[in-house]
């Protein structure tokens, strides 16, 4: 009979984007979307630094292999997304790191996301210039 994988989810969401991370026993390997996380976003030493800050926090950055699926928004949206999931599935894998993860705001589901236009605006807020006459 086969052996069964240790591994643990966590679903991470930012403006619109959605992560699906799997946290596997390993050595530190990062991979999004079935690429390694530098040639899915390229040059951007920022977006690996809000990605693996979970994992900073708790000590956990050559304890784990980071497996991610994430769909919608862009890099920025997407990379705090993937937060959001390690940090949820860091809470799967011991139960103690809450605090660690709590105070440091990465459990916290960030609410902001675009307004919707209005009818009768050129945008949100944007409306036509105002004149009495």
């Given at each position: 009979?086969?052996?069964?994988l240790e591994q643990?989810?966590?679903?991470?969401?930012?403006?619109?984007?959605?992560?699906?991370?799997?946290?596997?026993?390993?050595?530190?390997?990062?991979?999004?979307?079935?690429?390694?996380?530098?040639?899915?976003?390229?040059?951007r030493p920022e977006?690996?630094?809000?990605?693996?800050?979970?994992?900073?926090?708790?000590?956990?950055?050559?304890?784990?292999?980071?497996?991610?699926?994430?769909?919608?928004?862009?890099?920025?949206?997407?990379?705090?997304?993937?937060?959001?999931?390690?940090?949820?599935?860091?809470?799967?894998?011991?139960?103690?790191?809450?605090?660690?993860?709590?105070?440091?705001g990465y459990l916290?589901?960030?609410?902001?996301?675009?307004?919707?236009?209005?009818?009768?605006?050129?945008?949100?807020?944007?409306?036509?210039?105002?004149?009495?006459?």
């Amino acid at each position: 009979m086969a052996e069964k994988l240790e591994q643990y989810l966590g679903t991470g969401r930012r403006k619109t984007s959605v992560a699906r991370v799997y946290l596997r026993p390993g050595k530190g390997r990062f991979v999004v979307n079935g690429k390694d996380w530098k040639a899915y976003f390229g040059d951007r030493p920022e977006l690996d630094h809000v990605m693996r800050s979970p994992l900073r926090e708790t000590q956990g950055l050559t304890k784990f292999d980071v497996i991610v699926n994430v769909q919608g928004g862009g890099p920025a949206g997407q990379a705090g997304a993937i937060r959001h999931g390690i940090a949820r599935a860091l809470l799967q894998v011991n139960p103690a790191n809450r605090f660690a993860l709590k105070k440091a705001g990465y459990l916290t589901r960030d609410p902001r996301t675009v307004e919707r236009k209005k009818p009768g605006l050129h945008k949100a807020r944007k409306a036509s210039q105002f004149s009495k006459r």
